[in-house]
């Protein structure tokens, strides 16, 4: 929905420079409030009250200035709970409202994904906070008596990056110290009944909208309960010809009478795409990165379009089970290991998905994460996600269940495959790396300590893997060579805990694992 920038003190020369570097957050409109005491700044995205919802907003009683990115998806009903008549119809008032009656405890009663940063002018204090997967970034960085705040870390003065700190989920924090852990109102109901309500909820009303659609399970449940509950629904895939996600895709939108979009690409647009995801998702993860490249061309296409938003499945298999590897685990550590990875949610997955669909000037929303979904999704029995009494292991049983209400059967159990697998394009992606990452590369790149802890986290240690690694290092490191050493340990160690799934599951990688936690802001 939008970029936003803030400096305490006021530092508006710094606040505009951080506003563009991030114009394509937000090409709709661009505000900068100034104080005294503050710079509050926005790009606008507009989705919602398009005409009249520029930002930053003031709350009712003028104690706080808000800037606002995401999604509010309750706010009509919070404002009519209060008897509140906001200036416009932008969801983002409803924080300012909420603020001012709860304080540091006004996030407890939002839905939806989002972060805020707003000014408290009666008590001179700066307020950010982030949903609690953490589906729309923020970073603080502090230093030298001053305090700034960003949607990207790359567009912090280049002074105080070195300590940016990304906000992390499900936190409230002010610049007085406090930090409040967020706790979201419960919503009871079946999971078939969540799901839809999140679907219904994230769906726009004034804007081009359309879904993200693999053909996998995941999606084709989100694009068939859209396509129900609003009609005709636009879809768009990405792929290389004679993969099994167009075909699944073709089916799938065929099935719904949805207007499907594609697009084919080859393996000669390979290096552009790459740098593209690296660019834009600042990061060398092998797993941002591949999987950033599909986000990349669905919402490039989307944009095309004329589409503004996005639903994607993101989630599911973190939260229902999904990923191969679950059922290779001993039972009793599934549980666990899958809130492992659903702390990881923010920083990878959904990190990926706002950079590279607001690079095409598109919000993605991601139903399965709507707070009762994943609340609903962590007390289900392990059998409920896992079935190991079938051959094969029945995975995500729960979800297939709701789905085969919506697709028909063979959809609603087709079997998971990874975007870049069902793409098509991971071995073309491996090929490409070999081709540009010699022995003698290698070698040069493990005798850098960083470099070479890096590597040895890669996943599929043997072939292209290490290649594909070493490659996508390497071009991190030429676009970002001015990244301090502590911020490159840092992303090494958030490599190390992701790529730990990919060895040798031992107790003492787990709990290694579980220890790697880091604190209230990381």
Known sequence: MCGIAAAFPADRAAVEAALAGMRHRGPDATAVLDDPRFTLGVVRLAITDVAHGDQPLRSPGGRAWVAFNGAVYNHRRVLDELGVRPPSGNDGHVVGVLYEKYGLRFADHLEGMYAV????????????????????????????????????????????????????????????????????????????????????DQIPTEVRWGCMLSGGLDSSLLTAIAAREAGRVSTFTAGIEGSPDLDAAREVAEHLGADHHEVIFDETEIPDLLDAVVTHTVSPDVFTVLGGVGTWLTARLA?????????????????????????????????????????????????????????????????????????????????????????????????????????????????????????????????????????????????????????????????????????????????????????????????????????????ADFLAALGSSGPAVD
Do not use: N
């Open 117 to 200: 940063c707003l000014y408290d002018v009666e008590q001179d204090v700066l307020v950010v906070a982030v949903d609690g997967i953490g589906i729309k970034p923020l970073y603080v960085a502090r230093g030298g008596g001053s305090t700034f705040v960003s949607s990207t870390p790359e567009t912090i003065p280049a002074e105080l990056r070195p300590l940016a700190c990304r906000v992390a989920p499900g936190t409230v924090w002010s610049s007085r110290g406090e930090v409040v852990a967020i706790e979201p109102r419960p919503r009871e109901g079946t999971l078939r009944d969540l799901v839809v309500t999140a679907v219904r």
């Open 303 to 507: 944009h095309a379009a004329g589409v503004k938003v996005l639903l994607s499945g993101e989630g599911a298999d973190e939260l229902f089970g999904g990923y191969g590897f679950y059922a290779d685990l001993p039972p009793a550590m599934v549980e666990p290991w899958m809130r492992f990875e659903q702390q990881d949610l923010g920083a990878r997955e959904c990190l990926r998905l706002d950079r590279c669909a607001m690079a095409h000037h598109v919000e993605a929303r991601v139903p399965y994460l709507d707070s009762a979904v994943i609340a609903h999704a962590r007390a289900l029995p392990p059998d409920r996600k896992i079935d190991r009494s079938v051959r094969p292991v029945r995975q995500k049983v729960a979800l297939r269940e709701v789905a085969e209400e919506f697709l028909p059967s063979h959809l609603a159990h087709r079997v998971k495959m990874p975007f870049p697998d069902g793409a098509g394009y991971l071995h073309a992606v491996g090929r490409f790396a070999a081709g540009r990452i010699t022995g003698a590369d290698l070698a040069e790149l493990f005798e850098q300590p960083e470099a070479a802890a890096f590597l040895q986290a890669a996943p599929e240690m043997q072939g292209y893997g290490l290649r594909t690694a070493a490659y996508l290092w390497q071009r991190w490191s030429e676009r970002f060579p001015d990244l301090s050493a502590d911020y490159r340990g840092l992303v090494r160690r958030g490599l190390l805990r992701r790529t730990l799934r990919h060895g040798a599951y031992t107790r």
